[in-house]
């Protein structure tokens, strides 16, 4: 999921400075969207390319031409690095739903991969995943090509809210997709749920969240719905007001999820991520930390050299864009982040993390000045309860579950704090 939530919070955070805090020629993972989907949810805002429930043969055509210039992305984006880049150890196939790809598509982007930036033995390599859209042979064949990690695109364990969402698959289709993934033998696999949908009560979430425990995934995200103002459900409803729930019972639904999960079993790692011990998605770990990473792909974002930017969203500007740039690439065309939005970059994606962030990198490069600040604004917080300062390690973190639900609050506390000079 990552790579396009993660984007919207940081262009609210941009103001300007000189200078860098990380090392950005240590790329270890790549980002790939597919942007085919059947139908689009009505709560997604997510560049994608709507292909309606026709079987995938009908636009072969069309997903043949993407991958084709998805192979020339990649290609190109090798030779305009000036430094020798790492094989890769996390690879994410995103969507969109990539599983509506053949076994040939997969093989013809991961052979590109493998000759320009080759792939290292203990990868992980995730593909997200929807329901009724994928068969035991499929998987197989996707599974023999490397895929060793399933996202299963879930959302609800209620046939009537997965219409309310516009969703193409059943409660059914859930299930006949697990038992693909548990005969074909993916043993590392995840799925995603949605709270706060419209409608949704305590106890159809409570619902939701047993039904996915005893399907025993070794991994489960639980995202909070977000109403994205283009989407139908941003044109149809407001935050908080019927039918959506109000903000005390969405507060609810997440204590309920940390609750049952971490009673489970699941180690609650990140503000919207559990997983079993050893199970934690090795890629979305490389954006929480603000590592380095590529994207490939329309609509995708990367940031190498410490310059991150986004690809265009909408498929033939995407085409038209890799004819250009094949001409003319160069990282130096793309916006630096600055030292002082990489801060609160890695402020913001760190303290997602249970384990928070360490300040100690930021004081050496940045002085004590800034970690004062830091305390300062957070202390208020660390007293109710929402905050851990360690002064020892140097180490913030946000505490579970009310630093967590609160997260927006101390973060803009944090934001206004440091941007007083
Ligand atoms: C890239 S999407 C996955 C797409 C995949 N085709 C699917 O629908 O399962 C990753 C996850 O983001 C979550 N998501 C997407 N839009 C969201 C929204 N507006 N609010 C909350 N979660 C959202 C869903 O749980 C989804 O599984």
Known sequence: MG???????????????????????????AYIHIPFCKRRCFYCDFPISVLGDAAINQHFISVDKYVEFLCREIKFTKFSLNFPSNSLRT??????????LEVQHLEDILIVIEENFGIASDAEISMEMDPNTFSRAKLEGF???GINRVSLGVQSFEDDLLKVCGRSHSVNDIFAAV????????????????????????????DSLSKAIDLKPNHISCYDLVLEPVTVFGKKYQPGDKPLPTDEMAAQMYRLA???????GYNHYEIS???????????????????????????????????????????????????????????????????????????MLGLRLAEGVS???????????ILTKIYNCLESYSVQGW??????????????????????TILSSLFNALEDG
């Open 258 to 264: 940390v609750e049952m999960l971490t009673d489970a």
């Open 143 to 145: 599974q023999g090509l």
């Open 91 to 100: 690879i994410f196939f995103g969507g969109g739903t990539p599983s509506l």
């Open 359 to 369: 300040l100690s990198k930021i004081r050496e490069t940045m002085g004590n000045e």
């Open 3 to 29: 790579n396009f939530l993660l984007e919207k919070n940081l262009e609210k955070s941009i103001v300007s400075y000189p200078s860098s805090l990380g090392d950005f020629d240590n790329i270890t993972g």
């Open 179 to 206: 038992e693909i993934i548990n005969q074909v033998g993916i043993s590392n696999w995840s799925l995603d749920l949605i709270s706060g949908l419209p409608n949704q009560s305590l106890s159809q979430w409570r």
């Open 387 to 408: 905050v851990e300062i360690n002064l020892v390690d140097e180490n913030i973190r946000l505490m579970d579950p009310d630093g967590f639900l609160f997260s927006n």
């Open 273 to 347: 991520n559990y997983a079993q011990k050893g199970y934690e998605c090795r890629h979305n770990r490389i954006y929480w930390e603000n590592k380095p990473y590529y994207g490939f792909g329309m609509g995708a974002t990367s940031y190498v050299d410490g310059r991150r930017f986004s690809r265009p969203r909408i498929r033939k500007d995407y085409y038209a864009w890799v004819e250009e740039m094949e001409l003319s690439f160069d990282w130096v065309n793309f916006p630096k982040t600055d030292q002082y939005n990489q801060l609160l970059e890695t402020l």
